[in-house]
């Protein structure tokens, strides 16, 4: 078991103390600063080219950071249909978690409003186009398609990596956009509160599941982070395209091929193996299966 020391309506507790409102966080008329970087080195793979000059990385950077955002607003989609099941599937059972899971999915929304606010506010002042993954209904339904306890390990591995890009990395660095930092900030404090329902929910599957159940989980678990980074190898690939354009610049074999080896890197480290070793994901998995988080353990020092 794995337990935990917090229950549903200590959730919804906290989550009303810190509560916000996008207007709050980015009004319309909110403006970035592309002077600065978005992202921190820790989280980035644009300042790891050699050959592209400062301002260069510094490009590179902004659109790395735009994808970043527009990467979370993408999984939102299948977690918002996750929370939204478990309310469902609590109806007329315990009240506190449906109130939990109900504001769970109310502020996934919102946090989609907010990134999505980001984006167009990018998109007006950047001037030049920048590809991103879309599709992400249909992802979702790729990802809703796996075991329940997968898809909830999933949720777990974001959520507890989303707190650790800003306690680690945005927040202590303050050459950030500001506005940026804050966004993320704001993102943080009611993610802190979702992981912890997603560990109540996986408590919850775990005492009604059996050994072969929780081994299929992990094997699920396993292909959805191969799946994701197959997508973060394609959003690499955006990257150097859309540098490209901004530059009206084409870069040589070599030179893509370096640009998007430190993208997909950069990627894979923010949004797989930085979950994947967190301490808190990892107490969790241990507790559901020693011989699972060893699989898991493994699989990220093939992706570092």
């Known amino acids: 078991m794995l337990e935990l020391t917090y229950d549903y309506a200590t959730c919804v507790r906290n989550s009303e103390k810190v509560a916000w409102r996008v207007d709050e966080v980015m009004p319309t008329s909110a403006r970035l600063d592309f002077s600065r970087p978005f992202l921190p080195s820790g989280l980035t793979g644009s300042d790891k080219v050699p050959f592209l000059s400062p301002a260069e990385q510094l490009l590179l950077n902004h659109i790395n950071g735009h994808a970043y955002i527009n990467l979370f607003a993408f999984v939102e989609e299948y977690i918002v249909a996750t929370a939204v099941n478990h309310a469902q599937a609590e109806m007329f059972g315990d009240h506190s978690a449906i109130r939990a899971l109900v504001r769970f999915a109310e502020e996934e929304i919102k946090h989609q409003e907010l990134f999505w606010r980001y984006l167009a506010a990018f998109e007006r002042d950047f001037k030049h186009p920048c590809q991103v993954l879309g599709s992400a209904a249909a992802v979702a339904q790729v990802i809703l398609s796996k075991s329940p306890m997968a898809v909830m390990m999933v949720t777990l591995h974001l959520e507890i990596m989303t707190q650790a890009h800003y306690t680690e990395s945005i927040g202590p660095d303050s050459n950030v956009d500001p506005l940026f930092a804050r966004l993320l900030k704001h993102h943080w404090i009611e993610e802190c509160q979702h992981a912890k329902i ?75 193996v930085s979950g994947m070793v967190n301490k808190s994901f990892v107490k969790v998995l241990k507790g559901m299966d020693a011989d699972g988080a060893a699989s898991v353990a493994q699989k990220a020092k093939s992706l570092a």
């Open 198 to 272: 997603d560990a109540l929910e996986l408590e919850k599957m775990l005492a009604v599941s059996g050994p072969e159940q929780v081994k299929k989980a992990f094997s699920d678990y396993l292909e959805l982070i191969d799946a994701f980074d197959g997508l973060l190898d394609q959003q690499a690939a955006m990257d150097c395209d859309s540098l490209s354009g901004a530059l009206a610049r084409i870069f040589d074999a070599d030179e893509r091929a370096q640009i998007v080896q430190a993208q997909h890197q950069g990627y894979r480290r923010t949004f797989l």
